[in-house]
């Protein structure tokens, strides 16, 4: 499994580069990008649609024989013919960061159960730790808490939070359930390293972390996916599986590569 990660800046993305960028993506796609009212997040939305169709272009599929479809339950998937062995991914952003894991599709088509997640370590302004976690304290097990609020530095307990927090949602979104699903249903044990789902080891899962330390963000993530076995893997991703791309960089390659 792979993940990409477009770091985008709003100060350094220009507007005419938005709007050369959106005719990639199909009509679909298009409307969905257009209603939302700022253009962050139309911007975000729109480098999310491009990932996986980036993806495909380099593996020879032309644009106009790109096709994706949605569950019941929202999640994207890959419909385009011909893509042997099947193509699975997930896309997720927070603030400055658009993420898409990706890797084989294997287990649970159409979307195949592959989840991700990223998210900046910081807390609300004008907020403490300790109300931080009080504000989440529904979605934490008792452990899971306990090990936020240990005799540890803020900075330590801040990063084990959002190790928890991103496992959680990459695990949701890989089995394309959507909202709803009670958190502390899954407990991760950040200093044992042990997965959880319903108080049983969630066998057949490989969770992947990763952080983003190299352009000078504070950012950490976790991609899930379901592999099938009686084992659970929790590891780093590996160095040559992590991509940064620059926003600009990224949209103007796939202009120049697409259009």
């Known amino acids: 499994m792979q993940v990409w990660n477009v770091i985008y800046d709003p100060l350094e993305f220009p ?9 990639l993506v199909d009509q679909t796609a298009q409307s969905k990008i257009t209603k939302f009212h700022r253009r962050e997040d139309a911007c975000r939305s729109l480098i999310g649609n491009l990932l996986p169709r980036v993806l495909l272009k380099k593996r020879g599929v032309a644009k106009d024989a790109m096709t994706f479809a949605a569950t019941d339950t929202g999640k994207p998937y890959c419909t385009t013919p011909g893509i042997d062995p099947p193509l699975a991914f997930n896309v997720t952003h927070d603030e400055g960061v658009i993420a898409m894991a990706f890797g084989t599709g294997d287990l649970g088509p159409p979307a195949f159960s592959v989840g991700v997640d990223v998210m900046k370590l910081k807390i609300p302004p004008r907020t403490t730790f300790t109300e931080f ?9 008792a452990r899971e808490k306990n090990l936020i609020l240990a005799d540890v530095t803020e900075e330590e307990a801040i990063r084990r939070f959002y190790w928890i927090w991103t496992l959680k949602e990459a695990y949701t979104k890989a089995l394309g359930i959507g909202l709803g699903f009670d958190f502390r249903r899954i407990e991760y044990d950040v200093v044992e390293e042990k997965v959880t789902v319903d108080g049983e080891p969630a066998r057949g899962w490989q969770f992947l972390r990763f952080e983003l330390p190299q352009y000078g963000l504070n950012y950490v993530g976790f991609a899930a996916r379901f592999v099938g076995g009686r084992g659970t893997s929790i ?3 590996s160095e ?3 991509v940064c791309y620059d926003a600009v960089s990224f949209v103007n390659r796939a202009i120049e590569e697409m259009s």
Do not use: F, N, R
């Not at 976690?133 to 097990?141: M, N, R």
């Open 240 to 242: 040559g599986c992590l």
């Open 15 to 23: 507007d005419s580069l938005y709007h050369s960028a959106l005719p």
């Open 133 to 141: 976690v009080d504000i989440v304290d529904s979605q934490l097990t």
């Open 235 to 237: 590891s780093e991703l």
